[in-house]
């Protein structure tokens, strides 16, 4: 499975992007996929994650009631709605595809990973 993150961009606090992610294979909507991010200097975190059936949504707390999670398995497309988006928001975005049908916060469980997509969120 090869993931493909897109939508990243420079966007001012309080703007909205939306990243899509697109896997070559439709064993993809098998799994369970999630988002995590890396920010300069810091370690990858757990952003949103949802499992093979677009249901049980989890979001990271920093993240909760701004992004939104979802997935169209008819075309292998997973999506991360962002809203109001703060400085702190700022990172490289990368889409992950599960090793089993239902979704994790773990990065341990996931056993496909996009190339990431960067977002810049000014002040």
């Known amino acids: 499975v090869q993931l493909q993150a897109s939508g990243g961009g420079l966007v001012q606090a309080g703007d909205s992007l939306r990243l899509s992610c697109t896997a070559s294979?439709?064993?993809?909507?098998?799994?369970?996929m999630g988002w995590f991010r890396q920010a300069p200097g810091k370690e990858r975190e757990f952003v949103a994650s949802?499992?093979?059936?677009?249901?049980?949504?989890s979001y990271a707390d920093s993240v909760k009631g701004r992004f939104t999670i979802s997935r169209d398995n008819a075309k292998n497309i997973l999506y991360l709605q962002m809203n109001s988006l703060k400085v702190e928001d700022t990172a490289v975005y990368y889409c992950?595809?599960?090793?089993?049908?239902?979704?994790?916060?773990?990065?341990?469980?996931?056993?496909?990973w996009g190339q990431g997509t960067l977002v810049t969120v000014s002040s």
């Open positions: 992950a595809s599960a090793r089993g049908a239902w979704a994790s916060i773990s990065g341990n469980d996931y056993a496909y």
């Open positions: 294979k439709r064993t993809s909507s098998n799994n369970g």
């Open positions: 949802i499992n093979w059936r677009g249901g049980s949504p």
